[in-house]
Structure formats: C-alpha cells, structure tokens
C-alpha cells in the first residue's frame, strides 16, 4: 500500500519559515521524481518544486530563491523548506510521486500566513 504523510504545516506570521516533509511508504523511493503543489482557496493547483530521481530540481518562480526541496532517499522523505513566507503563500501544500505512470498523491497540510 502506498503511503505519502505530509507534516510540518501550520500558521506563521510573514517572513517566517516552516519545514514541511512528506513521509513514503509502498513505493521504490529513489526511483520517482517527487514534487509539492499547492492549492489556496478559490485557486487552481500549482506546482511549487521538484526533485528528480538524480537530485537535479525546479520551481516555481513565486517561490525561487525562498523554497528548497530536497529528498533522503535511505529515509524516503521529501522536504520543502520555506523562507521568507507571504501571505499569498497560505495553501495546502501535497507531496507527489511520479514515476511513468504511477503517480501517488498525500492529504496534504496546511500553511497559513498570517499576522
């Protein structure tokens, strides 16, 4: 059974940061390109950041220079640190594994920024 559990969301005032982290289970980890999307009220699903299966990684350029994405393949975690947090970077922050067709989706957790 495959499993992804995303953690450390919660509220936090502008300009902080949050770690967030997304636990795997079931899947070959080292294998799959992994990605963060987000999704805020009223809004379409965006994608935030990715980490390939080598480690090379992209992101969104709202979040360039903020967010960090990286993975530890002996634990099969992902994480995103954010930095320098907005307001418009409140959402609900999922993890996602891809790779060629299988793709595995988490619950998400929520980030609210807010003073």
């Known amino acids: 059974q495959v499993q992804l559990v995303e953690s450390g969301g919660g509220l936090v005032q502008p300009g902080g940061s949050l770690r967030l982290s997304c636990a795997a289970s079931?899947?070959?980890?080292?294998?799959?390109?992994m990605n963060w999307y987000r999704q805020a009220p009223g809004k379409q699903r965006e994608l935030v950041a990715h980490?390939?299966?080598?480690?090379?990684?992209n992101y969104a350029d709202s979040v360039k220079g903020r967010f960090a994405i990286s993975r530890d393949n002996a634990k099969k975690m992902v994480y995103l640190q954010t930095n320098n947090l907005k307001p418009e970077d409140t959402a609900v922050y999922s993890c996602?594994?891809?790779?060629?067709?299988?793709?595995?989706w988490g619950q998400g957790t929520q980030v609210t920024v807010s003073s």
């Open positions: 996602n594994a891809v790779h060629g067709p299988a793709v595995y």
């Open positions: 980490i390939a299966s080598d480690g090379s990684t």
């Open positions: 079931g899947i070959f980890f080292r294998i799959y390109a």
